[in-house]
């Protein structure tokens, strides 16, 4: 299927690859855009990458060549018949055509074989979904789409092209996953029971967590409905693997709290609503989007149904454990897991600061432990991830409370700078001892109280009652 369409009229396309393809087109070679950018350019989505094929080129070599007439070359994926291409920091990659076999077990364990007289057909039949598989001929200017991909769009379909090929790569599964949530589609029929099955196998089970994660990466940031994902994920069975999600199903709320249902229901709103924060580095955001999907997990084992009242006493604390462990299926970032784990952890102490009338020192001491900024984003997430007539009204008082007093108090998202030092210490007579560390945690505590706020009243202190 041909749809023939200008696409200087309506998609970018840099000149450096333009230029390139005259220059190819001299060769008898053909340019065709491949992949993402032209899914993305029939989704409306902004076009980040471009992946460039050539068709009918004799050798790698001659077209490492010519690339390198109009800039740089990295030949990290050479022997892949991938060229990356740099060209005003700006990089592209260009590939010859190529099919895929399955030869052993493992993402590493295909043997992959450069083509150039492939036609696009034979060329895209070894992508996974047929929407990854269109092209765009850039000399003749038109869009190739021998798998009938538009039709998938229009319906809002994600639909695989080829059994055999597809259930080569386990990974096809998590990839399916997170497109349906970015692009908001519904599993093709037969896409959903050829990925049932490969949930089964042990291939899937082996799937190496760097893989893994990227594909939760890409489901968590790049989705304005992650839960979409995540209840794919329950319908394919592929919870059974991630036990602390899966635990939290059926879990009942207190339907005060909790009317939208229970921990599992709430979860994904509460996801949903993380994912709608904007203005903030990848890193945070993954930060975020992980903790307001863990916090709850303490519900699992914390729950409790005494006199028709549903209580879950102590979940922050017991949700530490299970969150890491999820987490450390996914990845070894000790750091950032023990950062999500403690939001986890203080995720209730807003509204219940709100709700205490916490004095000033509470919240000096709570910007030592946690960043307040980043705990009132999950506990906010939480809070609207709900049913409740204030959630539906988007307000979250405890939150917008808490803020605006770390604010007023300097400690946003970072805790009090302490007033003094080592040196200061010494500047005033003192020798370095093992008694320094205790001296100035002293004077750090008195700091957070509220009894010493300058340099000047510190080192008061410290000489009226610390020097004999």
């Given at each position: ?8 009229k309506?998609?970018q ?6 230029t ?9 070679a ?5 992949g993402g ?15 460039i094929e ?11 060549q010519i690339?390198?007439?109009?800039g ?35 993402h590493?364990?295909?043997d ?13 039949s ?6 990854n598989?269109?092209?765009y001929?850039?000399?003749?200017k ?7 991909a538009?039709?998938?769009?229009k ?27 970015r ?8 896409t959903?029971?050829l990925?049932k099955q490969?949930?089964?196998?042990e291939?899937?089970?082996?799937l ?9 990466q890409?489901l968590?940031?790049k ?24 635990a939290?199903?059926?879990?009942p ?9 229970d ?6 709103m509460?996801?949903?609503?993380m ?5 903030i ?8 989007m992980?903790?307001?999907?863990c ?15 549903i209580?879950?006493?102590?979940h ?8 890491k ?12 897991i ?11 102490a ?6 205490n ?14 960043n307040?900024?980043?705990?009132v984003?999950?506990a906010?997430a939480?809070f ?12 979250y ?10 604010k007023e108090l300097n ?5 009090p ?11 005033i007579?003192?020798k ?16 957070l ?6 340099y000047?009243?510190?080192?008061a202190?410290?000489?009226n009652?610390?020097i004999?």
């Amino acid at each position: 299927m041909v749809i023939p369409l200008d696409i200087d009229k309506i998609m970018q396309i840099p000149n450096i690859i333009k230029t390139i393809s005259k220059t190819l087109k001299k060769q008898n070679a053909k340019t065709i855009i491949v992949g993402g950018s032209v899914r993305d350019y029939f989704l409306q989505l902004p076009i980040k990458d471009y992946d460039i094929e050539v068709y009918g080129l004799n050798s790698i070599e001659k077209l490492e060549q010519i690339l390198q007439k109009f800039g740089k070359v990295n030949l990290v994926g050479k022997s892949f018949g991938v060229l990356k291409f740099i060209y005003q920091n700006q990089e592209y990659d260009f590939s010859f055509p190529r099919t895929e076999n399955k030869i052993s077990k493992g993402h590493k364990g295909f043997d992959i074989q450069c083509n150039s007289s492939l036609n696009f057909q034979q060329a895209s039949s070894r992508r996974d979904f047929t929407i990854n598989a269109m092209g765009y001929d850039i000399e003749e200017k038109k869009f190739l789409d021998p798998f009938n991909a538009k039709n998938d769009i229009k319906n809002k379909i994600l639909k695989h092209i080829d059994n055999h090929s597809f259930i080569e790569d386990p990974l096809r599964v998590y990839r399916a996953i997170q497109f349906c949530a970015r692009f908001e589609y519904t599993l093709d029929k037969k896409t959903f029971e050829l990925c049932k099955q490969m949930v089964k196998k042990e291939e899937f089970k082996e799937l190496p967590k760097e893989r893994i994660y990227i594909e939760f990466q890409k489901l968590l940031l790049k989705s304005s409905k992650p839960s979409i994902g995540l209840k794919l994920m329950r319908e394919l069975g592929i919870l059974k693997y991630y036990p602390e999600l899966q635990a939290i199903i059926d879990i009942p709320q207190s339907p005060k709290w909790h009317p939208e249902g229970d921990v599992w229901t709430h979860t994904l709103m509460a996801v949903d609503k993380m994912a709608l924060v904007e203005n903030i580095n990848t890193k945070k955001k993954l930060k975020l989007m992980l903790a307001t999907l863990c916090h709850d997990f303490g519900k699992a084992t914390h729950t409790q149904i005494l006199s028709n009242k549903i209580s879950a006493k102590g979940h922050e604390i017991a949700g530490i454990e299970p969150t890491k462990k999820f987490l450390y299926r996914l990845t070894t970032e000790h750091r950032f897991i023990n950062d999500i784990a403690l939001l986890v952890e203080y995720h209730m102490a807003p509204s219940q600061y709100f709700r205490n009338g916490a004095k000033d020192k509470t919240i000096r001491k709570l910007s030592t432990k946690i960043n307040i900024e980043e705990l009132v984003a999950v506990a906010r997430a939480d809070f609207l991830g709900r049913t409740t007539p204030q959630a539906l009204r988007g307000e979250y008082l405890a939150g917008d409370w808490l803020l605006k007093k770390a604010k007023e108090l300097n400690v946003y998202n970072k805790p009090p700078k302490a007033l003094i030092q080592g040196r200061d210490l010494i500047s005033i007579g003192l020798k370095p001892s093992k008694e320094f560390k205790k001296i100035l945690n002293m004077i750090y505590n008195k700091q957070l109280n509220g009894d010493i706020s300058t340099y000047k009243e510190a080192i008061a202190f410290v000489k009226n009652n610390l020097i004999r």
